[in-house]
């Protein structure tokens, strides 16, 4: 019997972005321990530019980094990561993780996507933490690098696919990519990003994330060059100075809001179960 979606009510997605912004003050503070560079990302950093704080149908946050700061981020959360708390998820933490980005997981709080109820992962409220590499600049190089990217992402995501894919065929191909071992994509993944991570490049992307058709190929590398503070819920964090830049690439016009049919979250979860998240003690 096919699990049904979770109906959210307004007062459970407001602690469910409380719980998110607890995580992001956790990951704010190992980085200004470690001095390591970080942005608010996606619909978080959009958030802060027009809404100072969550966009209100918003369910979920997101930062990005380069690939050499997350190494030393990862290593600084194996020392200082409030483990009462949270679980720092990614492949190598988490044996049935398939994901090829991190995640930050509030202990206590129960979330499972409807659809991957089978997969035997870490579950709980996240933050998602992408982590960006570099992408060919060469016109035939970049397509090529895009379509390895491509395949990567769909062996990843074939446990899901398997089971949730309506068309039969491509059921069946799903079928067929999750006998690839994870970790042997993983190790793909790794080996695309190795040889460019040597010099600057003009774009860089996260491989396993598909990004809008007008940016499909990355974002301006640019954007990662210098960063400044924007008030995100009565905090600071930090976003990209060139944020314009980076909202516009991917968004197009970011600063006016979409219709009124499509304010809503796209939370699509079978179960949730959230705690009162710890912020007193952290505000500043």
């Known amino acids: 019997m096919a699990e049904q979606a979770y109906e959210i009510e307004d007062s459970e997605l407001r602690q469910l972005q409380r719980i ?33 704080g969550f966009i209100p149908w918003d369910d979920d946050i997101d930062v990005i980094m380069l690939r050499e700061e997350y190494v030393k981020f990862r290593k600084a959360c194996t020392r200082d990561l409030d483990t009462t708390r949270f679980f720092f998820q990614d492949y190598r933490t988490d044996l049935g993780y398939r994901w090829g980005y991190a995640k930050f997981r509030r202990k206590g709080t129960k979330f499972v996507r409807l659809g991957q109820e089978h997969l035997k992962q870490n579950t709980g409220v996240f933050m998602d933490i992408f982590v960006v590499d570099n ?6 190089s970049r397509r090529l690098h895009h379509f390895a990217c491509f395949l990567v992402r769909k062996a990843l995501y074939s446990e899901v696919g398997k089971q949730n894919e309506s068309n039969p065929i491509l059921r069946c191909v799903y079928r067929g990519l999750s006998k690839i071992p994870r970790n042997l994509v993983f190790h793909i993944r790794n080996c695309l990003a190795a040889p460019l991570s040597r010099t600057r490049t003009e774009l860089i992307s996260h491989y396993t994330l598909e990004y809008p058709k007008h940016c499909r190929y990355g974002l301006p590398r640019e954007c990662f060059d210098e960063m400044t503070e924007l008030e995100f819920e009565g905090y600071k964090f930090p976003c990209f100075k060139k ?10 016009d ?31």
Do not use: N
């Open 254 to 284: 970011y600063m006016t809001l979409p219709p009124k049919e499509k304010q809503v979250p796209h939370l699509t979860v079978s179960t949730l179960q959230l705690v009162e998240p710890e912020l007193e003690k952290e505000m500043k």
């Open 20 to 52: 998110e912004l607890e995580m992001l003050i956790e990951m704010d503070r190992i980085c200004r321990k470690y001095g390591i560079k970080y942005s608010l990302d996606g619909g978080t950093l959009l958030g802060a530019v027009r809404h100072k």
């Open 243 to 252: 944020y314009d830049l980076y909202l516009s690439t991917y968004y197009g």
């Open 135 to 140: 992408v060919p600049d060469g016109f035939i």
